[in-house]
């Protein structure tokens, strides 16, 4: 037939026209499918080199946070001019949420995401939304923070994927990526201050970075306000303070309540004491040295009467740590105040490094004082025997007084070094100053007199009085507080282990400069030349001073244990005592001294039973 007509039959022209059709179908598929295998090998390539689980831990980690976050408590951020200003503006923006532990910056994240997530549905072009969280040292590190940032804008424009690996590449390709985004996009940031230095300096050295080079970048970082991490901040940058609020952190708490109160081990103490194992952990490195100074720091801010300047806290530390210190300038070449606030301050509220005199240094929450309280006090043991059971407040209150002890071995062991005995607190200059006149002005036309009002607090009423200044006369810096406290701490003690005899004697020794110095301090917390009280040496010895300021344990031990050295104690020690304690003290003490077998002779006669009858009357 093909010799006949010398053609191929249609059927052979329509098999060849669909074996063309049907290679060309195979060449497509098989084009799709090695596409296929190169996505899933960028996809694989990327997981590898970046680390895919980060993204899905950082799903999770917000997810868990959205179950007790209360909105109601977060809405004010929305209304905060602050906010709105970096939200309108068509400029690159950032926004800093400051705030100490525990003031709800996390949770504030979380709500700003969702937030952000809510309005981009109704906006065209569609903002790219990428989140991050820092809450321990992987997560706090740069390698784990870019890459992720990068995964979740590679989710959102799965056609930019390209293999890359090391650090650098990743920072470049970022700011590619950026680049080629037509729209805006929202970068939030929590947890700044978990990150390592050297990460958060690059962090926030690319952050700049693209703020400038890319119109559309928004970013939100949260932080604990550390004085070095404000110093990196861009200076234009928006700031929102997360102070304390009774109505929001109410309405937290009820939110914490609800979702989580069912769900509590019984061992709640040990649950939520946890986070704060963690984070001392990671500020010290787990290092021994560490641990030493900071577990001492934190253990003076959990017992002190009042907040501590850096300074005072740095040379309290650095005295605890150091156990052989005699002098002054001994103790201060040791201080390192910038090594020991490095190592706590996730655990106190925030401070004006610029001012490192000033009474600033406190615990960030009552919950910080209580781990302290759990994690580095023994039980004392049970005077009453180890049969009873102890209630909770019995711990609580024992575990106290292993703090009372620690800072009160601290002050006593600084006014007992040598340079408090060997100059005067007070010039002959300002002795003569105290003689004058402190509450007017004598160069003033006012001749109106200062009327004392009851409403008025001693701090108030001595704001226009002359100071003087200790260090000035070499008395270092922890010497106000010590000198001003140390009998606070002394009385709180009332079971073993008891002060140490010998020094509370040499303290206390009779007509010494030491004892003048400190007692003048006491007097004048404030270091105004005008006493608020008086506190005359002269008239107290160490017997004197524990019968009025010390506990009845302490009283009975030196009662007991003390030879009564002429040259410590006054010529009538139990007469003399007895004089303070009817003038101010606890008239309980009176029946120790009269019963005791050394020195209660000297209260069983005429004598003491005519004063006593001049005071009752």
């Known amino acids: 037939m093909v010799w006949e007509t010398d053609r191929l039959p249609n059927i052979v022209q329509d098999f060849l026209r669909y074996s063309d059709t049907l290679r060309k179908l195979v060449e497509k598929a098989t084009w799709e499918i090695v596409e296929d295998i190169k996505a899933t090998f960028y996809d694989q390539e ?213 979702s989580k109160l069912s769900y509590l081990s019984m061992d709640v103490k040990a649950l939520l004491s946890e986070p704060y194992v963690t984070i001392f952990s990671r500020c010290t490195s787990d290092d021994p040295k560490n641990e030493e100074l900071a577990s001492a720091a934190l253990k003076l801010l959990a017992i002190a009467r009042r907040p501590l300047s850096i300074l005072e806290l740095a040379w309290a530390v650095a005295l605890g740590a150091a156990k052989h210190v005699t002098t002054i300038d001994d103790l201060a070449q040791l201080v390192d105040h910038q090594r020991f606030m490095s190592l706590i301050h996730p655990f106190i509220t925030q401070v004006n490094f610029s001012d490192v005199k000033k009474r600033q240094v406190r615990l960030t929450h009552q919950s910080v004082k209580k781990f302290i309280i759990e994690k580095w006090t023994p039980d004392k043991p049970d005077s009453q025997g180890p049969n009873l059971t102890k209630s909770d407040q019995m711990i609580v209150d024992q575990r106290l007084e292993s703090l009372e002890t620690f800072i009160l071995d601290i002050c006593t062991r600084y006014l007992l070094l040598d340079d408090i005995d060997n100059r005067d607190l007070f010039s ?90 400190w007692t003048q301090q006491n007097c004048r917390p404030g270091c105004t030349m005008t006493a608020g009280f008086r506190f005359d040496s002269s008239l107290y010895d160490p017997l004197s001073i524990t019968s009025h300021y010390g506990s009845g344990a302490m009283l009975r031990d030196m009662l007991e244990n003390s030879d009564f050295d002429k040259d410590k104690f006054l010529r009538n020690p139990a007469m003399e005592a007895a004089d303070q304690i009817f003038q101010w003290g606890n008239i309980s003490r009176l029946r120790i001294l009269f019963l005791d077998d050394k020195l209660g002779h000297q209260l069983q006669n005429l004598g003491f039973f005519s004063t006593c009858h001049q005071n009752v009357e």
Not at 94 to 117: S, Y
Not at 445 to 470: A, G, L, S, V
């Open 428 to 517: 002959a200059e300002q002795v003569a100053i105290t003689e004058l006149p402190q509450e007017f002005d004598l160069f003033s036309d006012n001749e109106e007199p200062n009327h004392y009002n009851r409403h008025c607090t001693w701090e108030t009423w001595e704001e226009d009085m002359i100071r003087y200044d200790p260090i000035e006369r070499g008395f270092g810096e922890f010497f106000v507080y010590a000198s001003s406290h140390w009998l606070e701490h002394f009385g709180a003690i009332t079971v073993e282990p008891l002060p140490s005899l010998a020094s509370i004697m040499n303290l206390c020794q009779m007509g010494s400069i030491r004892f003048r110095n």
């Open 46 to 258: 990327i997981a590898r080199w970046l680390g895919d689980d980060k993204i899905s831990r950082q799903g999770q980690y917000h997810e868990s946070l959205q179950t007790f976050r209360a909105d109601q408590a977060c809405e004010f951020l929305l209304e905060n001019t602050n906010f709105t200003n970096w939200y309108d503006g068509s400029d690159s923006q950032q926004l800093v949420i400051l705030g100490d532990m525990g003031r709800g910056k996390t949770v504030a994240m979380t709500f700003l995401v969702d937030e952000l997530r809510r309005r981009k549905e109704y906006q065209l072009p569609q903002p790219m939304i990428c989140y991050y969280y820092c809450w321990d040292n992987e997560t706090g590190n740069a390698t784990s923070i870019i890459p992720t940032l990068i995964i979740s804008l590679l989710q959102q424009l799965p056609g930019l994927k390209k293999p890359f690996f090391d650090i650098k590449k990743l920072e470049e390709f970022l700011q590619k990526v950026l680049e080629a985004i037509d729209r805006p996009v929202f970068v939030i940031i929590d947890g700044l201050d978990e990150c390592d230095t050297a990460s958060r300096n690059r962090l926030l050295k690319l952050l700049k970075t693209l703020s400038r080079k890319i119109s559309g970048l928004k970013t939100i970082l949260s932080s604990r306000p550390q004085e070095e991490i404000l110093e990196q901040l861009d200076e234009a940058a928006a700031r929102i303070e997360l102070g304390p609020d009774v109505q929001r952190d109410g309405i937290i708490v009820d939110k914490i309540v609800e």
